[in-house]
């Protein structure tokens, strides 16, 4: 069964400071794979997507970039951060149209 | 623009009581994904649903889908306090995996 790491768990980062989030997934071979941020008390917003290695797609203008380096990583950065980038970020992973997307575990990012 | 609405936003029951959770979208889709989340925790799959008229059951919810009216439910049945949570509702309307989700619906059981 497909399993799906994020780290670190929670991270508080001070405004313009540089931003690394990794998320792993197991169990499968050339998932797509997401990054979605949840502001509080909010849905999910889409951030960018990816269906392989190499591959990204930003869904809305911001201050992060993503990168698919290997198969099954994906990673969320910043070069500086800014309050609005707080939420809880989560990685996704599906086998293709119409399959479930399976969750991380999420990451905790608070900007000060 | 994609719009997903869920009704309610908020919604405090009794054990043991019906309710029903609307998921209404604003765009073509024959695929729509119920989700549930606890307080401070990831995303949980509950239901995916994938062709009009689709109807899904796992315990004490159903979900069904009407893409001809744009609208989903999820319905509960004989509320027990386990099932409060956050539930979201979430629609691909290209067909092409990028979720748009609604807003969640807070439900808490009261004993």
């Known amino acids: 069964s497909q399993t799906i790491h994020q780290w670190p768990a929670t991270l508080v980062q001070p405004v313009g400071s540089p931003l690394s989030l990794e998320c792993t997934v197991e169990?499968?071979?050339?998932?797509?794979l997401y990054w979605y941020r949840q502001a509080a008390g909010r849905g999910l917003q889409l951030l960018f997507y990816s269906v392989g290695i190499g591959q990204i797609s930003s869904e809305v203008p911001q201050n992060l970039s993503a990168s698919r380096p290997q198969d099954r990583q994906f990673i969320l950065s910043s070069k500086k951060l800014l309050l609005s980038d707080s939420g809880f970020y989560l990685c996704a992973m599906d086998s293709g149209q119409g399959a479930e997307q399976y969750f991380g575990p999420g990451t905790r990012l608070t900007v000060t | 623009e994609l719009k997903v609405e869920q009704n309610p936003l908020f919604l405090s029951m009794q054990e043991g009581k019906n309710y029903t959770i609307y998921c209404n979208y604003s765009?073509?889709?024959?695929?729509l994904y119920w989700y549930r989340q606890d307080p401070g925790k990831s995303l949980e799959s509950l239901f995916v649903?994938?062709?009009?008229?689709a109807v899904k059951q796992e315990g004490r919810l159903m979900a069904s889908l009407d893409t001809k009216a744009r609208l989903s439910t999820l319905h509960i049945t004989a509320a027990v306090h386990d099932l409060s949570a956050t539930y979201f509702c979430?629609?691909?309307?290209?067909?092409?995996?990028?979720?748009?989700f609604g807003q969640g619906t807070r439900l808490t059981i009261n004993p």
């Open positions: 979430a629609v691909d309307p290209w067909g092409a995996q990028k979720l748009v």
């Open positions: 765009t073509t889709s024959d695929r």
């Open positions: 649903l994938l062709s009009n008229g």
């Open positions: 169990g499968t071979s050339n998932p797509n």
